[in-house]
Every structure is written in C-alpha cells, then in structure tokens.
Nanobody, 125 residues
C-alpha cells in the first residue's frame, strides 16, 4: 500500500499561483501513475493531471491545460502541481492518487488504488 499526503493548499485571489505537493511513502516502487483530482462542493470528483512513473508522459484536463503543470519533485517520491492563473472555478479539495498497475483510463478515479486525504484550495474573485 502507498500512503499519500498532500500539502500546499490555501486561500488565494483570482490570477494568483499555488503549488501543491504530494508525498508518497510505503510501497511506492510499483506505482505506475500519480495523479491529481479535485472535488468542488456539490460536484463529482474530476481528473486534473497525471504523470507516469518514468516522468515521460503527462496528461491534463482541458480546463487546466496551459495553467497547471504536474511534475516529479526534487525530493524522492514527491509529485507537485503548479497552478497558475487560478480562477474561482478552481476552488475544490485537491486529492493526490496513485495507480499501482498499468491503466489506460487515467481520467477515471475508479482506476486508482491509493488516495490522500486532500487539501483545500479556495480562489476568491
């Protein structure tokens, strides 16, 4: 099992930037994909971004393409989400998730094995 801990959330204004971090521990060797999802009040959880363990492939939701960047952190077993030009619609709880085996549908939360507790991001207008 992989334990995931998110950090970096907070309250910012529209147009500001924020950087989230996900620290993984436990049996991380077999992790295939690490992703960020988010869930706004009253809405379903949605895919935000993903990165393969080899860091050669990244994927983004259309709503964040060009504004958000997912990357492996300098610290071992960390994944960051750099969020620029934030909008009020980005307000949500952001979750880090890990898929241990190969998956095709990286955008589906049903395919992930391990989840963090989430970190709140609030963007005021």
């Amino acid at each position: 099992q992989v334990q995931l801990v998110e950090s970096g959330g907070g309250l910012v204004q529209a147009g500001d930037s924020l950087r989230l971090s996900c620290a993984a521990s436990g049996r991380t060797l077999g992790t295939f994909l690490t992703s960020w999802f988010r869930q706004a009040p009253g809405k379903e959880r949605e895919f935000v971004a993903a990165i393969k363990s080899n860091s050669l492939s990244t994927y983004y939701a259309d709503s964040v393409t060009g504004r958000f960047t997912i990357a492996r952190g300098n610290a071992k077993n960390t994944v960051s989400l750099q969020m620029n030009s934030l909008k009020p619609d980005d307000t949500a709880v952001y979750y880090c998730a890990a898929a241990r085996g190969f998956i095709l549908e990286y955008y589906s939360d049903a395919n992930y094995d391990d989840w963090g507790q989430g970190t709140q991001v609030t963007v005021s207008s």
